[in-house]
């Protein structure tokens, strides 16, 4: 069991028998009436942020939830398969599941699943990905590092901003939390 006292961002508490990890919190103490602790708190399952107020001192339990390493094997009628590489074993997990990571996903990735209760129920992206520029419009001459931006398409499908200089082919870092160019990576 874990204490209101104890929360800070990123734990996991067990509600009405789902996860959920504490995005913000706050502790309130009213001049009058008994403390509180006001929180926002995101479904591992859903994704869906609720908020919900505690009593001061109150306990829960708290969600244990393991990740587990495994390899992306590919995607057929929105399920998305993902192999153990050490067991071999595969299963699944749909796109409402993945929810955005499914726009970084890339056959033969290695990403951390996470599994509550015996169920999968999502998936944590590496911090960055080098994917490779699909689409994008050309490049102008006088186009500088520094100046404008302008939308690409991923291989995987994702759309991100990149600088003007980045061109169709080019190799590009960008980073999963923030969905934003990082760098090009030397081919």
Do not use: C, W
């Not at 609720?50 to 939830?65: C, D, H, Q, S, V």
């Not at 390493?69 to 796109?95: C, G, I, K, P, W």
């Not at 931006?149 to 590009?172: H, R």
Request: charged residues 30%.
């Amino acid at each position: 069991m874990i204490s209101t006292a104890e929360f800070k961002n990123g734990l996991t508490i067990e509600l009405d028998g789902d996860a959920y990890a504490i995005i913000e919190f706050q502790h309130v103490k009213p001049g009058k009436g008994g403390a509180f602790v006001r929180t926002k708190l995101r479904n591992a399952k859903t994704g869906n942020v609720l908020e919900k107020t505690f009593r001061a001192g109150e306990k829960m339990p708290r969600a244990i939830i393991e990740r587990k390493r495994m390899q992306f094997l590919y995607e057929s009628d929105n399920q998305y398969y993902f192999m153990d590489v050490n067991t071999y074993e595969q299963d699944h997990l749909t796109a409402d599941q993945l929810g955005s990571a499914v726009k970084y996903l890339k056959e033969e990735m290695m990403v951390d699943i996470l599994v509550f209760d015996g169920k999968l129920i999502g998936v944590e992206l590496p911090g960055a990905v080098e994917l490779r520029v699909a689409e994008t419009d050309p490049g102008v001459r006088g186009d500088t590092a520094s100046g404008g931006s302008k939308p690409a398409t991923l291989e995987t499908g994702a759309v991100i901003q990149v600088p003007l200089f980045i061109e169709v082919g080019d190799i590009l870092r960008v980073d999963t939390r923030t969905d934003s160019y990082v760098e090009r990576v030397a081919q």
